[in-house]
Structure formats: C-alpha cells, structure tokens
C-alpha cells in the first residue's frame, strides 16, 4: 500500500510540467468573447443635430450609421470584430457585401509610445492624448487597411477617386467578412495586432465616401442628396463650421450622453475623447503558476529529489530486510 502511494505520488510529479505548461490558451477554434459593449440607440447623429443625406440610398434616414454593439472574440489564431448595426445594406456592390458604413479604430497597446493625432484628419476628432495609438484600423466595404503611428499619410498608392484602383500599401488580404442579420464579422490574424487584451480603444463610425477626405462623407449646413445636414435648429451653440466640423456620425461608448457631450461640432471646441478599455482575463490557477515559472522549477528540482532519494532508500531497505 506504502509503495502504491509512493508510486502514484511520483506519477503526479512527473506529470506536473506538463499539466502547468501546456498549451492552455487554444480554444480549439471555439469563440472566446474577450470584449463586448452596447452603444446608446439611435444616436447616428454625430454630436446630436446631424441628419442623413436626402437621396432615396440612405432610406429610412436612420439606423445605417447606428452601432448598437461590438464584440471581440478570438477564434483559434484569429480576431473575431463584431459590429452591429440598425441597417446594412450593400447599395453600391462593395466587395464584403456593405456599402455605407466607414469604420475607424485605434488600438493603444502601450501608453508609453504611440501617436496622439488621427493618421489623417478627415474624421475630425480629438484622442485623449494620455492613450496615445499603436494601431489605427480603416475598414470599409472594399478594405481593410492596417496602419501603424510610423506610417507616413502621405504614402498613396491608391487613387482615392475610384474605390477599385491600384491598391493601398496598407491594405490586409488575409481577413474574412460575413454579413448576418445587421452585423458585420470581420475576422483577422491575431498576429496583425498582436494580444490586445487589456488595451483601448476608440472606434467611430462615419460614411463611406470615395470622393470624401480620408473617405469620410461631408457634413453641409444645408439639405443636400449626399451630404449629411447641420440642423442648426438642434443645437443652440451655432458653432457649425464647414471645414472644422467633425464628421463621425456614430462614436462607440457605452454611456448615455457621452457623444453628445464629447463629440462636438468645432473641431477647435471640441474635447478629446475618452477611449474604451478591453479588460485583462481572470487568469486561472495554472497560468497563476506559470508567472513563476522559475521558482516552480526549482521547487520541483527540490521534490524530485526528495522523492528519489526516499525511493532509492525505501528500495534500498527492502532489499536490506530480506
């Protein structure tokens, strides 16, 4: 009975590397969600006085530009990125099968480095400059694109003009659109944007606009078919300014009245905005462990050693008694 228990004892300790170090982060191509928020409904209003353009395409004049969710999953080696709108539609044949929406993010992984201005202007907003980015998204219904803070904005090879030319230098292949129901599921190689857990982020919504700065669609103080309209008789302040005005229609934060507050009309007025956190995972017992990988060995180093040396000895007596 003493030699089972010795046994089985040395079979724990044998095994135990093993069980710390194994490969515990695979979800065998299960979806982990590692993040998900709600944004407010009904707010595809930019700073709460924008309508949509005229023109039949944006009918019912609402919903389009309305992120009502978002949620990040890995999946296997990859990102899952969940948007969920108030309406998708394909109007114009883009190649992931939606048409209207322009998405930007900007992923800050470290806040000792990184850019604190957009790549480009075009969205006219203001980042907390205490989360300065490491990656900025573009996504549309013909690319995604991948930007880091050394990239010049300069550097196009891509004729702006027609959605179709040439190609972006900063353009990703290896992606995956879906389009169910009112989401978009855009799948990407973690590797692109390395573990992004425990990061901010900042995510706006504008519309796609081939002919648009940074294809962001303009905001006019007048009616048009494909302009969104100041509704001046919305806001009280009168700051409108064509060339300052900010042009995210839907900003992704999980509070009531924080894009009306913070987004603004004057770029020149305007606060920064705040980003939203990916919390850190609960880490489990094992992974616990595994942060101190160097004193677990030397502690096994130590058991294994006891255990053998009273092996040897409990082999050693037994052979001595008979």
């Known amino acids: 009975m003493y030699l089972k228990f010795i046994i089985m004892f040395l079979i724990i300790i044998i095994l135990m590397p093993g069980l710390i170090y194994a490969n515990v982060n695979s979800n065998n191509g299960y979806p982990e969600t590692i993040y998900y928020g709600e944004d407010p409904v009904g707010d595809d209003y930019g700073p709460g006085s924008y309508r949509y353009p005229g023109h039949r395409v944006f009918q019912p004049g609402e919903g389009h530009y309305d992120l009502k969710s978002f949620k990040i999953q890995t999946v296997g080696e990859d990102y899952r990125f969940i948007f969920e709108f108030g309406e998708i539609a394909n109007t114009w044949d883009g190649k992931y099968d939606f048409s ?6 900007y992923f800050d992984k470290d806040s000792t480095t990184g850019q604190t201005e957009l790549f480009r202007q075009g969205a006219r907003v203001k980042l907390n400059p205490d989360f300065p980015w490491d990656y900025h998204l573009q996504f549309s219904g013909w690319w995604l694109r991948l930007i880091e803070p050394d990239d ?3 550097d196009l090879v891509r004729d702006i003009l027609n959605v179709d030319a040439e190609v972006s230098p900063w353009d990703l292949y290896d992606i995956n659109v879906e ?3 009112n989401k978009i599921l855009l799948e990407l190689p973690q590797e692109s944007l390395g573990n992004i857990e425990g990061s901010r982020f900042y995510l706006f919504v504008g519309g796609f606009d081939p002919f ?3 294809n962001f669609r303009p905001v006019q103080n007048h009616r048009t078919n494909w302009s969104f309209f100041y509704d001046h008789n919305l806001d009280e302040s009168g700051n409108f300014e064509y060339e300052e005005a900010t042009r995210v229609i839907d900003y992704f934060y999980p509070e009531d009245g924080y894009q009306e ?3 603004g009309v004057n770029f020149a007025e305007m ?4 980003p939203v956190k990916i919390p850190l995972p609960e880490k489990t017992f094992i992974e616990l462990i595994r942060g101190y990988s160097y ?6 180093i ?4 006891f255990i053998i040396s009273y092996i040897l000895y409990f082999i050693m007596r037994s052979a001595s008694d008979e």
Do not use: K, R, T, V
Request: glycine content about 4%.
């Open 100 to 105: 209207h929406q322009l998405i930007h993010m």
């Open 295 to 300: 004193l677990i060995a030397l502690i096994y």
């Open 261 to 263: 507050e913070f987004l």
């Open 271 to 274: 606060d920064h905005l705040e």
């Open 302 to 305: 130590l058991i294994s050693f």
């Open 179 to 181: 389009i169910l129901e």
């Open 212 to 214: 648009g700065e940074d």
């Open 152 to 154: 010049d904005p300069d």
